[in-house]
């Protein structure tokens, strides 16, 4: 089965900077998305962004999709302390009800 | 909505013991996933019900493991005999997208540990 795998596996950053996390994928999808899980929490769903849309915005996040090189990105401005956590990624294929997570991308925000 | 609702937090057993985690989904999803979550494995799909029904159960690591979807609001995660290696995390997660993969909701997790 495919799944999402991050890239880079750790960030650490200054707060206010800009955190960029990559995604890769092996097969066709009908959407990706992202998650965020804080430490001994569940998974956060943060952003779902379809096959057929190339950019997406919420908030302090941008997502973007890139079908002929399966791969994402997502970017958090301005990082907050707040912002730390796993970001995991997850593709959806066609026709199917399950998500493929990849290993998840921690992120540390120094204050 | 309360979200989805997972019992116990935490659940401390011996080897051998039967172990039951408990599920309340969101309210109107029909849509229920089971995961597992290790430091060494990740994020682990194990079951997934749409409309009470299991799905896919290919992630279910051995017979030891059952898992029911009685009703729409209620699911439970068996282990039966508990091993050591069975310490994770539990997540359940409800969507109420039946087709095409939507947003998962994910409940607090169950934090067991084998000894």
């Known amino acids: 089965s495919q799944q999402g795998e991050e890239d880079p596996q750790a960030l650490s950053i200054q707060e206010g900077e800009n955190a960029t996390m990559n995604c890769s994928y092996k097969t066709s999808i009908n959407n990706l998305q992202w998650y965020r899980q804080n430490s001994g929490r569940g998974l956060v769903h943060l952003i779902l962004i379809r096959s057929n849309e190339r950019e997406k915005h919420s908030g302090r996040l941008r997502v973007t999709l890139d079908t002929s090189k399966k791969s994402s990105s997502l970017l958090i401005t301005a990082s907050r302390a707040a912002d730390t956590a796993s970001y995991f990624c997850?593709?959806?294929?066609?026709?199917?009800?399950?998500?493929?997570f990849g290993k998840g991308n921690q992120v540390v925000v120094i204050p | 909505d309360a979200g989805v609702i997972q019992s116990p937090r935490h659940e401390v057993t011996e080897m051998g013991q039967e172990v039951t985690l408990r599920c309340k989904p969101i309210?109107?999803?029909?849509?229920l996933f089971w995961y597992r979550q290790t430091m060494m494995r990740g994020l682990e799909l194990l079951i997934y019900?749409?409309?009470?029904?299991?799905?896919?159960d290919s992630g279910m690591p051995e017979d030891r493991f059952s898992a029911k979807m009685p009703n729409a609001s209620f699911s439970t995660l068996k282990i039966q005999p508990s091993e050591p290696r069975d310490s994770a995390v539990y997540f359940c997660?409800?969507?109420?997208?039946?087709?095409?993969?939507?947003?998962?909701?994910f409940g607090p997790g169950t934090r067991l540990t084998v000894t």
């Open positions: 019900f749409n409309n009470n029904v299991p799905i896919d």
């Open positions: 309210s109107g999803h029909n849509s």
């Open positions: 997850a593709t959806a294929p066609y026709g199917n009800n399950r998500l493929a």
């Open positions: 997660a409800s969507s109420g997208t039946s087709g095409g993969g939507g947003q998962q909701y």
